[in-house]
């Protein structure tokens, strides 16, 4: 969402992970989730700046009755890319945008990961998210 919000606006913002942390309750807090449920809370709430609504890396207690949401932020909901469909993901990269996916961090292709295209060693035990916002090869 900060991607989107930066090549709409040309201004980078910091939005809060605590507030999905503590308010969004089908994630799970701390304790892992999945996207979806947080594009559509960010959709029918809004989203406080990570200095309004800091990160203290515990579950906690929801406040965002009380915050002011970003002025002009929003989302309409989220589209799912075809599972294993290469071809579906490049073109949600091509023609959406940043694209959020599902990966196997937690292993030592992500771990030890510092420039390139990972190729091999992905792994499908899915414990992290991240942004995709290209494909194809970094013409190393």
């Known amino acids: 969402m900060e991607s989107f919000w930066h090549i709409a606006s040309g201004t980078m913002v910091t939005l809060s992970e605590q507030q999905f942390v503590d308010c969004e309750t089908t994630s799970y807090g701390c304790n892992g989730g999945w996207m979806n449920p947080v594009f ?3 959709a029918s709430h809004g989203l406080a700046t990570g ?3 800091p990160y203290t890396g515990r579950d906690g207690v ?3 009755d009380t915050i002011t949401p970003i002025a002009g932020l929003s989302t309409n909901g989220y589209v ?5 469909n290469p071809l579906a993901l ?3 990269i091509r023609n959406e945008g940043p694209v959020t996916i599902a990966v196997m961090a937690g292993n030592q292709a ?3 990961y510092s420039s390139g295209v ?3 060693g992905c792994g499908t035990s899915i414990d992290h998210a991240i942004l995709a ?3 194809g090869n970094d013409g190393a």
């Open 80 to 84: 799912n890319v075809s599972r294993y």
């Open 110 to 112: 992500f771990m030890y």
């Open 133 to 135: 916002v290209g494909y």
């Open 62 to 64: 929801c406040y965002d």
């Open 40 to 42: 559509t809370y960010a």
């Open 118 to 120: 990972i190729s091999s």
């Open 51 to 53: 200095a309004d609504y």
């Open 90 to 92: 490049q073109t949600a």
